[in-house]
C-alpha cells in the first residue's frame, strides 16, 4: 500500500497556465507537507499542514495556494505558471510529534515551457 | 537560521570500499538531525534520527553517528545497491516541525 500517494507524477505545461497537484497520505498522520525540490536536489518547504490549519508559510509566491480538505490530503494549486516553477514538488507527511521523521510521496516532476 | 552542509557532493566507490559521509550543521538547539535516501525519480526515504552528540545508529551497512556540530554516514563494504543520494536534515528547538535539508551526497557504487 503507498503511504504518500500524489497525481500526477510528471506536469508538462506553458507559463500562464493554472495547475494542481493532488496529495493523499493513509498513515493517520496529522501533519502534511509541500517541499520543492530544485535542480541541485536541495529539499525546500513550502507549506505545512496540521490538521486541516496552515502552521508554516514560507516565503512562497501567492500564486502558490495549498488547500486541505482534511487532514489526509492537501493540495497545491498554482496559478499564472513560471518558467521559474519547473521543479520537483514533493508531499509528506508526520505525526506532528517531536522529532518525528517526514515520510515523503514520489513526487511530482512539474516542466513549464 | 538553521543551516546543513553535507559533503563531498559526489562519491564514487567500489563494491565494499568503505567510507563516510560528511553532514556539517548549524543549528539554534538540535531537536533531531534526519538522514534520508533518495533513489531516482522516488521521493527520500527515512533511514535514522539522531537526538544528542555521541549518539550512533546503525542499519544494516549504514552507521550514522552525530558530534555537536556534525553527522557521519559510514557505509561499510558497500554494494552497488546502495548507490543513491543521502540526504541530511535538521530540526531546531525553534524550527516548529520544519526540516532543513542538506544538497545530499550522490553516492556511486560500482560492482
Known amino acids: 500500500d503507498t503511504a504518500v500517494s500524489q497525481t500526477p507524477k510528471y506536469l508538462v505545461t506553458q507559463m500562464g497556465n493554472d495547475k494542481s497537484i493532488k496529495c493523499e497520505q493513509n498513515l493517520g498522520h496529522d501533519t502534511m507537507y509541500w517541499y520543492k525540490q530544485d535542480s541541485k536536489k536541495f529539499l525546500k518547504i513550502m507549506f505545512s499542514?496540521?490538521?486541516?490549519?496552515?502552521?508554516i508559510n514560507e516565503t512562497v509566491p501567492n500564486r502558490f495556494s495549498p488547500k486541505s480538505p482534511d487532514k489526509a490530503h492537501l493540495n497545491l494549486h498554482i496559478n499564472s505558471l513560471e518558467l521559474g516553477d519547473s521543479a520537483v514538488y514533493f508531499c509528506?507527511?508526520?505525526?506532528?510529534?517531536?522529532?518525528?521523521?517526514?515520510?515523503f510521496g514520489n513526487g511530482t516532476r512539474l516542466t513549464v515551457t | 537560521e538553521d543551516q546543513v552542509t553535507q559533503s563531498p557532493e559526489a562519491l564514487r566507490l567500489q563494491e565494499g570500499e568503505s567510507s563516510s559521509l560528511n553532514c556539517s550543521y548549524t543549528v539554534s538547539g538540535l531537536r533531531g538531525l534526519f538522514w534520508y535516501r533518495q533513489d531516482p525519480g522516488k521521493g527520500p526515504e527515512f533511514l535514522f534520527t539522531?537526538?544528542?552528540a555521541g549518539e550512533e545508529k546503525e542499519k544494516e551497512r549504514l552507521k550514522a553517528t552525530l558530534t555537536k556540530k556534525e553527522s557521519f554516514l559510514h557505509i561499510t563494504a558497500p554494494k552497488p545497491e546502495d548507490s543513491a543520494t543521502y540526504l541530511c536534515a535538521v530540526q531546531g528547538w525553534t524550527s516548529g516541525s520544519r526540516l532543513t535539508f542538506g544538497e545530499g551526497t550522490q553516492l556511486t557504487v560500482n560492482p
Open positions: 499542514y496540521n490538521n486541516k490549519e496552515l502552521i
Open positions: 509528506a507527511s508526520s505525526s506532528g510529534t517531536v522529532n518525528s521523521p517526514l515520510h
Open positions: 539522531l537526538y544528542s
